[in-house]
C-alpha cells in the first residue's frame, strides 16, 4: 500500500453552509470534488496526525463511495484510527456521541440531513470538532479558504475494507474500527431517561405509539430503543429500513412530508403518540392523537418538565433558542428564572453555550431540539424526553399541551418557505426589506405596530465572536414578530423563510387555526417584503 499524492485543482463553490457542505449528488461526482473538499479539512486543522475520527452517514446514495475515499484519505494524511459506523450508518446525534465518548478528534458526517438523496438527489459532509458539535464559523472559514488553493490531496492506495460488520482493520498505519451503529447512543439515552417508567407506559394496555424513520437512519436505532428495549410491538417503527434514496421521499418530518404518520395519527382511533426523524436522526416531530405540536412548543415544554427526568433533575443551567424560533421558551425561562439566549439558525451556534454550561437545552422551529448530552440536536432523543414526561404524567399530548398554553398563554406560529426561487430576486427581496428597516418603529398596519426592525446579528457570549446578517426581525408591540431570512441549506436557486408568530394569553382563543390566527400578520409580511413580486409565486411551497 503506498501513499498517492494527487494534483488537483480548487472548486469554487466549497463554502460550508448553515450545516455543512451540501450539494447535489452529482456535484460530489466530478471527479476530486470529495477529495478536494476532505483533503481541505485536513489541512485546515493542526494536531490530529495519530488521533482518533469518527466517521458515519445517513445511508443516502453515495455514503459507502464517500466512507471509503475518507477512510483512505485519512490514512494517507496521518490519522492514528477511525471509528466507521457498520454498513458506514451513523446517525447525526450518535457521531456526536461516539466522538465524545472516546475523546476523538472530530468526526466526519455524511449527510445532506432532510434534503431528497438518490443519485438525482442531495449529498453532504460536515466536519465536526472534538467537543462532538458541528465545526464553528472560523473552522469552517479556514476549510473555505484551503479549499480556494488547494493543489493535492492524499489518497492511500488501497482496497476498499469491508464495513458490513463490527472489525478491527489496518489500512496502511492507521487502525480502523467498525463499530455498532445503536450501542453508544443506547447506552447514553439509558443514562439520561427513566426506561422502566416508560417500559411501564407501553406495556399499559391503554398507551399505543407510532414511529416513522422515513426510510432514513434512524430506522436502526428505533427499532433497537422502541423494539427491542422497552418492548414496543413489532411493527411500532414503520419505514424502518434505511434505503439510498428514502423510499423516493424527502426524509423531512413535518405535517407535509412525514404524510404516513400524520394519517395514523389523525384518523381515528389513532395511538397516543406519533413521532418521526430526518434523514440523519437530529431532527423531531412529535404528535399526539389528532394533535401536532410546534416544534418551538415543545422546547418550551420539555423546559417546563424538564424536573421529571432523571438526566436533568438536577436543574437546567439555561435555554437557547434560534432566533426565529417562537419565544414560547422564554416565558418559561423567565418564570423559571433561567437565562434564554437567542442564537442566529444552526445548531453550530449552541456549541459554546452548552460548553460553558450556559444552556441545558437548546431548540430550533425547524424541528430540531437537543441538549448538553451531546453537541448535536437529537430526534431520538425528544421522542424519549416526551415518552418520559407522558410515562410520569400519564395525561394525553394534547392535554398537557392545552395545559401548557393556559398557564404561559400560546404562541400561534408558523414558518412559510417558498423553495428554488430565483436567488437574485430572493436577494432583492432582502436588500428592499433591509433599506425600509430604519423607517419601520412606530408604524401601525391595523391593530400591530412595529416596535423594532432589525437584522439580526449575535455576538456569542463566550468567545465574543459576531455573527451579522442573520435574518430580519421585525416585531411589534404586543410582542408579534414576523422574521424573514434566506435558507443556508437548500443547494437549487434560493429559499425563502418567512416565519410569523404571536401570542394570545387568553385561553378562550386557543382553539383558533393557526394560519387563521396568523393571517393579519402574514399579510403584513407580503406587503412589507412584496413576496409575491419578488418569488413570483401565489403561495409558499411548504408551510409548517
Ligand atoms: C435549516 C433550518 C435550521 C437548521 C438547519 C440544519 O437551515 O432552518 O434551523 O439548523 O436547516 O438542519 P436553513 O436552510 O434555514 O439555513
Ligand atoms: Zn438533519
Not at 464 to 491: A, E, K, P
Request: glycine share 10%; charged share 20%.
Amino acid at each position: 500500500m503506498s501513499i498517492r499524492t494527487v494534483k488537483t485543482t480548487p472548486f469554487a463553490d466549497q463554502k460550508p453552509g448553515t450545516s455543512g457542505l451540501r450539494k447535489a449528488v452529482t456535484v460530489f461526482e466530478q471527479p476530486n470534488y470529495l477529495e478536494n473538499f476532505v483533503q481541505s479539512v485536513f489541512d485546515s486543522l493542526d494536531g490530529y496526525q495519530g488521533q482518533t475520527i469518527v466517521l458515519g452517514g445517513d445511508g443516502r446514495f453515495y455514503n459507502r463511495t464517500a466512507i471509503n475515499t475518507i477512510l483512505k484519505m485519512s490514512s494517507a494524511n496521518g490519522v492514528g484510527k477511525v471509528l466507521v459506523g457498520c454498513n458506514g450508518i451513523l446517525s447525526t446525534p450518535a457521531t456526536s456521541c461516539v466522538i465524545r465518548e472516546n475523546g476523538a478528534f472530530g468526526g466526519f458526517i455524511l449527510s445532506a440531513s432532510h434534503n431528497p438523496g438518490g443519485p438525482d438527489g442531495d449529498f453532504g459532509i460536515k466536519y465536526n470538532i472534538g467537543n462532538g458539535g458541528p465545526a464553528p464559523e472560523k473552522v469552517t472559514e479556514a476549510i473555505y479558504a484551503k479549499s480556494k488553493q488547494i493543489q493535492e490531496y492524499k489518497i492511500l492506495e488501497a482496497s476498499d475494507i469491508n464495513i458490513d460488520r463490527p472489525g478491527f482493520f489496518k489500512l496502511g498505519l492507521m487502525q480502523v474500527e467498525v463499530i455498532d451503529s445503536v450501542a453508544s447512543y443506547l447506552k447514553l439515552m439509558e443514562n439520561i431517561f427513566d426506561f422502566d417508567q416508560i417500559v411501564d407506559l407501553i406495556k399499559s394496555n391503554s398507551f399505543r405509539l407510532c414511529i416513522d424513520s422515513m426510510h432514513a437512519v434512524t430506522g436502526p436505532y428505533a427499532q433497537k430503543i422502541f423494539e427491542q428495549r422497552l418492548g414496543a410491538p413489532v411493527g411500532t417503527v414503520i419505514n424502518g429500513v434505511p434505503l439510498e434514496d428514502f423510499g423516493g421521499g424527502h426524509p423531512d418530518p413535518n405535517l407535509v412530508y412525514a404524510h404516513d404518520l400524520v394519517e395514523i395519527l389523525f384518523a381515528q382511533n389513532a395511538p397516543d403518540f406519533g413521532a418521526a426523524s430526518d434523514g440523519d436522526g437530529d431532527r423531531n416531530m412529535i404528535l399526539g392523537r389528532n394533535f401536532f405540536v410546534t416544534p418551538s412548543d415543545s422546547l418550551a415544554l420539555l423546559t417546563a418538565n424538564a424536573q421529571l427526568v432523571p438526566g436533568y433533575k438536577a436543574g437546567l443551567s439555561g435555554v437557547a433558542r434560534s432566533m426565529p424560533t417562537s419565544m414560547a421558551v422564554d416565558r418559561v425561562a423567565k418564570r423559571l428564572n433561567l437565562p434564554c439566549y437567542e442564537t442566529p439558525t444552526g445548531w453550530k451556534f449552541f456549541g459554546n453555550l452548552l460548553d460553558d454550561s450556559r444552556a441545558t437545552l437548546c431548540g430550533e422551529e425547524s424541528f430540531g431540539t437537543g441538549s448538553n448530552h451531546i453537541r448535536e440536536k437529537d430526534g431520538l432523543w425528544a421522542v424519549l424526553f416526551w415518552l418520559n414526561i407522558l410515562a410520569v404524567r400519564r395525561e394525553s399530548v394534547e392535554a398537557i399541551v392545552r395545559q401548557h398554553w393556559s398557564e404561559y398563554g400560546r404562541n400561534y406560529y408558523s414558518r412559510h418557505d417558498y423553495e428554488e426561487v430565483s436567488s437574485d430576486r430572493a436577494n432583492e427581496l432582502v436588500n428592499n426589506l433591509r433599506l425600509q428597516l430604519p423607517s419601520l418603529p412606530g408604524q401601525k398596519y391595523g391593530s400591530y405596530q412595529v416596535e423594532y426592525a432589525d437584522d439580526f446579528s449575535y455576538t456569542d457570549p463566550v468567545d465574543h465572536s459576531v455573527t451579522n446578517n442573520q435574518g430580519i426581525r421585525i416585531g411589534f408591540s404586543d410582542g408579534s414578530r414576523i422574521v424573514l431570512r434566506l435558507s443556508g441549506t437548500g443547494t437549487k436557486g434560493a429559499t425563502l423563510r418567512v416565519y410569523i408568530e404571536s401570542y394570545e394569553v387568553d385561553s378562550s382563543k386557543h382553539n383558533l387555526d393557526t394560519q387563521k390566527a396568523l393571517a393579519t400578520l402574514i399579510d403584513i409580511a407580503q406587503d412589507l417584503a412584496k413576496i409575491t413580486y419578488y418569488t413570483e409565486r401565489q403561495a409558499p411551497t411548504v408551510i409548517t
